[in-house]
Nanobody, 127 residues
Framework: QVQLVESGGDLVQAGGSLRLSCTASGLPFDLYAVGWLRQAPGKEREGVSCISRSGSTSDYGDSVKGRFTISRDNAKNTVWLQMADLKPEDTAMYYC????????????????????WGQGTQVTVSS
């Protein structure tokens, strides 16, 4: 059974930082690109970031570029999202998701890209 478990969400003040974790089980983790997506109340789910199977390639949505950093450790089956300079508009439920890819060094964070999803972790940024 495939599981993706997110953690690290919290209530934080604007300008603060958080580190989200996503740990996978039940799948060959190094065959999957991983993404972080978020959904705020009343809004569509949007891609935030993704990282390739090897970890050598990553991509970010325009709203988080320069503030968020994605990384992974395949030996630990874990992906992290380091978030800095958080803004109230970053408030959302954050999901990690996995997409099996033949390519070693590409990723995409389109919402239709992913086969497996976690349950989400809530990030709330107060002004």
């Amino acid at each position: 059974q495939v599981q993706l478990v997110e953690s690290g969400g919290d209530l934080v003040q604007a300008g603060g930082s958080l580190r989200l974790s996503c740990t996978a089980s039940g799948l060959p983790f190094d065959l999957y690109a991983v993404g972080w997506l978020r959904q705020a109340p009343g809004k569509e789910r949007e891609g935030v970031s993704c990282i390739s199977r090897s970890g050598s390639t990553s991509d970010y949505g325009d709203s988080v570029k320069g503030r968020f950093t994605i990384s992974r450790d395949n030996a630990k089956n874990t992906v992290w999202l380091q978030m800095a300079d958080l803004k109230p508009e970053d408030t959302a439920m954050y999901y990690c998701a996995a997409s099996r890819r033949a390519s070693f060094d590409t990723c995409s964070f389109g919402t239709s890209e992913f086969r497996y999803w976690g349950q989400g972790t809530q990030v709330t940024v107060s002004s």
